[in-house]
């Protein structure tokens, strides 16, 4: 196998992992040969910022590819890679999802694998690359090799983790992330219909992140569920009348919380 910037790269997709992932590589000097998605502003778009062709369709996927990356939504990988079969028999063909399967690509691919950033992704952030985990895996121990060589010449942190434990790793981040974002959406609307600024909570939500982030979040645990304050719970409770569900989740997210003290 050739120097690792020596591949010939195509991206399939021009979502916001597209446009990170591709910025960064050629950032990094490894060269995105052509850019594929079946939006054409997109396409052009994201072909423009990397300075290389595009197309709409898989069909016009460069004939001597040798690395492919597939960074769309989830449930339009199998579909892709279907039609990308007969026109990349040869390649390593990854995708960038946390919670599908690399081995959904197995049907299609002899060469096939995962190369998946664990973070979310915004087009108004530049991602800090050196504090993202990639995880990567591949059939072949050769591919995990280039793999990881590229996940280190792009970012820092890189772990060979299975089809099991990504799925695993992507509930826990769920909780972590989408579900921790909606608990600060729920207290911004309570705040906010009170004329109480947002920014209130900034610090005790940056203290709760360190604490987090310096020991076991379950021995940092506080508030009125763990300390079996029912009278609180009840006012709270009160309070949340006219949001029946947030008053649903309130009291689900504190039996919860109970349950872990008696695990």
Same mark, same amino acid.
């Given at each position: ?9 195509? &991206? ?52 001597? !590819? ?32 946390? !919670? ?35 995880? &990567? ?6 591919? &995990? ?79 009125? !569920? ?6 609180? &719970? ?30």
């Amino acid at each position: 196998m050739e120097d690792s910037v020596s591949q010939k790269l195509v &991206i399939v997709g021009a979502g916001r992992i597209a446009w990170h992932l591709g910025r960064r590589l050629k950032g990094k000097g490894i060269t995105v040969h052509q850019v594929i998605n079946r939006s054409e502003e997109r396409a052009r778009q994201l072909a423009q910022a990397l300075h290389c062709p595009w197309a709409t369709d898989v069909s016009a996927v460069l004939p001597d !590819a040798e690395w492919i990356l597939i960074a769309v939504r989830d449930d339009a990988i199998g579909g892709v890679a279907a039609r990308l079969t007969d026109f990349a028999p040869n390649a390593l063909v990854t995708h960038t999802s946390g !919670a599908t399967p690399g081995a959904v690509l197995s049907s299609y691919f002899r060469r096939y694998g995962v190369f998946y950033p664990l973070q979310t992704f915004s087009m108004e952030r530049v991602p800090v690359w050196s504090k993202i985990p990639f995880c &990567i895996d591949a059939a072949a121990p050769s591919d &995990i090799l280039f793999l990881r060589k590229i996940a280190k010449t792009i970012g820092n942190l890189v772990y060979q983790v299975s089809d099991g434990q990504r799925a695993q790793l992507h509930v826990a981040a769920v909780f972590a992330n989408n579900f921790a974002n909606h608990c600060f959406t729920i207290a911004e609307q309570i705040l906010s219909s009170h004329d109480l600024p947002f920014e209130m909570l900034h610090p005790l939500m940056e203290e709760t992140l360190t604490k987090a982030l310096t020991g076991s979040p379950a021995a940092m645990q506080t508030g009125p !569920a763990i300390r079996g304050d029912r009278d609180t &719970i009840e006012r709270h409770l009160q309070l949340l009348q006219e949001h029946p569900q947030q008053a649903a989740l309130y009291l689900q997210l504190s039996e919860s919380i109970r349950r872990s003290v008696m695990e």
